[in-house]
């Protein structure tokens, strides 16, 4: 059964920073794509970054510039530094990793921006 266990949120006040990781584990073979979204209360899931396996990365207009998803393949693991925080980044972030034939989702972390 694959399984992705996100860790790293928490509690930070604006202008601060917090990195995200999501490792994948059980029997994942052929990751694709991976990628971080988040989803506000009362929201619609929104993608925040992803990126390919050969390392391309694709932003949200609102996290450019102070947000940088990576990965490390061997793991089987994407992290999310985010830097510069806003309480409007308050939200539950979610990982996501596509295979070649399938899409999994972490359990979702809560991330909380203060003023």
């Known amino acids: 059964q694959v399984q992705l266990v996100e860790s790293g949120g928490g509690l930070v006040q604006a202008g601060g920073s917090l990195r995200l990781s999501c490792a994948a584990s059980g029997s994942i073979i052929g990751i694709n794509t991976m990628a971080w979204y988040r989803q506000a209360l009362g929201k619609q899931r929104d993608l925040v970054a992803r990126?390919?396996?050969?390392?391309?990365?694709n932003y949200a207009d609102f996290v450019k510039g102070r947000f940088t998803i990576s990965r490390e393949n061997a793991k089987k693991t994407v992290y999310l530094q985010m830097n510069s925080l806003k309480p409007e980044d308050t939200a539950v972030y979610y990982c996501?990793?596509?295979?070649?034939?399938?899409?999994?989702w972490g359990q979702g972390t809560q991330v909380t921006v203060s003023s």
């Open positions: 990126i390919t396996t050969s390392g391309i990365t």
């Open positions: 996501n990793v596509v295979t070649y034939c399938c899409d999994y």
